[in-house]
């Protein structure tokens, strides 16, 4: 089943440079921050809740292990609880923790850079990954608004001046370690899940910009040398003229330059939306490429490798740093993909209750980019039938999870008499998946629909 592909374009106009022409249009806007959640609407009581929906947690569909935490988010307090201190397998509600740590270590406007310098030979030009999964070639690409490597090309021939570039190197050396996750299914690049993880790739490692909610999307092999053979291309270079390799260290200023820039001299830059931006796109097509390399900027932010080692390690660290319960999470990677990972419902809800508090305003842009049941992302076509799901269209965002035997769910929701409520339900021993999936709907949709006093 081919599913819906989806396939955003766009981008500020620029001049050959590369720089903003005078006709450009601004650049999106990041979301904004929201305030903290209000006590208003009649709060739901404890007894209230679990008449509601313990019976649908203990639907057949939802298998033998179901944990789950309901929590009223402007006061703190538990709703309902079910083994809510169990590391349970998250699939990919794993990205909540990506996207919190990140903001926390980052904040919302940091960018990713990707940069072009001169090499130790003439006419040698050395692409340098930056760690941006959404970089583009040209405007024909996924990620509105992404940096593109036809702008950086403008600016190389510029900065070049009378020198002719001869051939490319690609500088991956920002991301160390295994290209691939502990614990993922053997599938995942193959099926198109996943693209080797490198800190330089096109549109996430797709081989066509384009993102199917259905049935995943086919992968470059070597994503940062097709991404080094796009750009020799936009050059004017053949793909034979790129290499892997390391760029140089930059020539002291006083270096004199013979027949070109000297070694390490910069030769250009473009630089991705603001990191708020590409949490909305890694949330809302659950974009594991994107988690694993955000995650890396966590480890890098805090001096660590970036690696999945790296990485899982400084998540885990900033989720301490942020009060949360950090021994709720065992991390070996940040995309939900590895079935080692293990979350309980308590951590979940804990860190979407301090999003929504206004104590962390950073953490808040992170309900911007949650699906919305009915309406968005993984969530557009749920909640959608049979009744009475349908409630929930619009009022439930959340993140979603799934492998083989795995479905969990986890965000916000608004109840019918006006009240913010957090939740996670976790179940990783189901059968069939699409039974599962309305099981889950059923309970949040429930929450929506019921006073629950």
Wanted: charged content about 20%; overall charge negative.
């Amino acid at each position: 089943m081919a599913g819906l592909a989806l396939k955003v374009r766009s981008g500020p106009d620029t001049d050959a440079a590369g720089a903003p022409s005078a006709t450009s249009k601004p650049e999106p806007t990041p979301t904004p921050v929201l305030v903290a959640a209000g006590t208003g609407g009649t709060a739901p009581t404890a007894e209230g809740v679990e008449a509601a929906i313990a019976p649908l947690v203990s639907a057949p569909a939802l298998g033998s292990r179901v944990n789950v935490s309901v929590v009223d988010a402007a006061t703190g307090d538990p709703l309902y609880e079910k083994n809510a201190d169990t590391r349970t397998t998250p699939a990919s509600t794993t990205k909540l923790l990506t996207a919190a740590t990140v903001l926390a270590a980052r904040g919302p406007a940091y960018r990713l850079s990707t940069r072009a310098v001169a090499g130790a030979e003439p006419g040698e030009v050395v692409l340098v990954g930056g760690g941006d999964p959404t970089l583009g070639v040209d405007e024909d690409d996924q990620f509105p608004g992404a940096a593109r490597l036809d702008k950086l090309a403008a600016q190389v021939k510029k900065a070049l001046g009378d020198q002719e570039p001869t051939r490319v190197l690609v500088d991956t050396s920002l991301f160390t370690g295994s290209e691939t996750g502990p614990g993922w299914d053997g599938d995942v690049i193959g099926g198109g899940q996943a693209a080797r993880i490198q800190a330089l790739m096109t549109n996430a490692g797709r081989i066509q910009p384009v993102h199917h909610e259905v049935g995943g999307d086919p992968r470059f092999s070597d994503p940062a040398l097709a991404a080094g053979r796009a750009f020799a291309k936009q050059l004017g270079l053949p793909t034979g003229s790129v290499r892997d390799g390391k760029a140089p260290a930059a020539a002291p200023a006083s270096a004199p330059a013979e027949g070109g820039p000297a070694p390490g001299t910069p030769l250009g830059e473009v630089q991705s939306p603001p990191l708020v931006q590409v949490i909305d796109w890694m949330l809302q097509q659950s974009d594991n490429v994107i988690a694993e390399a955000l995650a890396r900027q966590v480890a890098l932010a805090a001096g660590l490798p970036a690696s999945f080692e790296g990485a899982t390690q400084a998540m885990t660290a900033k989720l301490g740093e942020l009060g949360l319960p950090a021994d709720g999470a065992a991390l070996s990677d940040a995309s939900g993909l590895s079935r080692r990972n293990k979350i309980s419902p308590r951590l979940l809800t804990d860190l979407l209750t301090l999003a929504a508090s206004g104590k962390h305003p950073e953490l808040s842009s992170m309900f911007g980019g949650l699906p919305v049941a009915g309406w968005s992302g993984t969530l557009r076509t749920r909640f959608a039938t049979p009744a009475p799901n349908e409630i929930g269209q619009g009022l439930v965002r959340a993140k979603t999870g799934s492998l083989t035997g795995v479905n969990t769910i986890s965000g916000e929701l608004i109840t019918k008499d006006g009240r913010l409520l957090v939740f996670a339900i976790m179940a990783d021993a189901t059968g069939d998946s699409g039974a599962a999936r309305q099981a889950l709907d059923k309970i949040a949709a429930k929450l929506v629909a019921c006073g629950c006093h």
